[in-house]
């Protein structure tokens, strides 16, 4: 197994899924950013879960390397729909937005060539 690889996936493994916890365990953060996103706050435990079951795929792809492929391709589709949210309210701030859609669309890129 690749060490890129495996660095990769556990870099964004921990960045996702400690966004996951924050998200679930009701921390404001989450909440604030729903609010200034207008999303319903009943959507956080979802956003949540989400990026949960993204980290438990791209864990999993160590042992079936398609689940983690396609945990990657999902938390790509997570957060170009975060990105969307930011820009639909004119929202600017997207540094740490950034920071988690590189991590991600660089755990998919190294999935694929790693993988297939």
């Known amino acids: ?54 980290t438990i795929g791209l864990l999993a792809g160590f042992a079936v390397p398609l689940l983690g492929t396609l945990a990657a391709a999902g938390l790509f589709l997570y957060f170009t729909g975060a990105l969307v949210a930011h820009l639909r309210v004119g929202s600017r701030n997207l540094v740490g937005w950034a920071i988690f859609y590189v991590t991600v669309i660089t755990d998919l890129a190294i999935n694929v060539l790693h993988h297939h």
């Open 1 to 54: 197994m690749s060490t890129a690889y495996t660095i990769v996936t556990l870099v964004t493994a921990f960045f996702t899924g400690s966004a996951a916890v924050f998200y679930l365990i009701g921390h404001e953060y989450p909440k604030a950013q729903a609010d200034m996103k207008r999303i319903p706050r009943r959507f956080v435990p979802v956003l949540g879960s989400l990026l949960a079951a993204g």
